[in-house]
């Protein structure tokens, strides 16, 4: 299955360029949902959310998809996301999307689940992400969390 994992607030607010890590909000238990979600898994990720993280994910197959020249022994470099998508899919593999918004904006068509943590409270930040209500994107369940709520979307034909 291919999926978007994303943490946002309610006005889809992803990102903040001024914070340590591009991540508007310091949420340890949504944190812990990220990694137990995507530990032994495959990601998938832009050079900007990359190099925003600082190092490959532990325990993870980190491909990073990159247009520039752009070498790092420690993760997989590709330069076009729909390769990727297309390859995982048709080897019925797992693969998780993490970022950034246009990474997030080119996978959308072709997603076959949503993973939202909804963060609540207000933020500030420079980065949303995209508009997803035209993908055919249904909510199948919501877990309410300590710190936060998991929406569970699912695209409408599967």
């Known amino acids: 299955m291919i999926s978007i994992i994303v943490a946002m607030d309610k006005n ?3 990102g903040k360029n001024d914070s340590p890590n591009g991540i508007p909000w310091n949420n340890k238990e949504d944190m812990k949902h990220f990694k137990e979600t995507t530990i032994h898994q495959t990601i998938c ?7 925003a993280i600082g190092r490959p994910l532990p325990k993870r197959h ?11 022994e420690c993760v997989e470099v590709r330069t076009s996301l729909m390769d990727v998508i297309q390859e995982y899919k048709s080897n019925n593999k ?3 999307i993490t970022g950034g918004a246009s990474i997030y904006k080119q996978a959308l068509p072709y997603v076959d689940q949503l993973l939202i943590s909804r963060i609540p409270g207000d933020y500030s930040g420079e980065t949303y992400f995209p508009d997803f209500t035209e993908y055919g994107f249904q909510l ?6 300590e710190t936060f709520q998991l929406e569970i979307y699912q695209r409408g034909n599967l």
């Open 12 to 14: 889809q607010l992803i």
């Open 45 to 51: 990720m832009g050079y900007t959310t990359y190099r």
């Open 62 to 72: 980190n491909i990073v998809v990159c247009f520039d020249k752009f070498d790092d």
């Open 94 to 96: 797992d693969l998780y």
């Open 140 to 145: 199948v369940e919501t877990k309410q969390k």
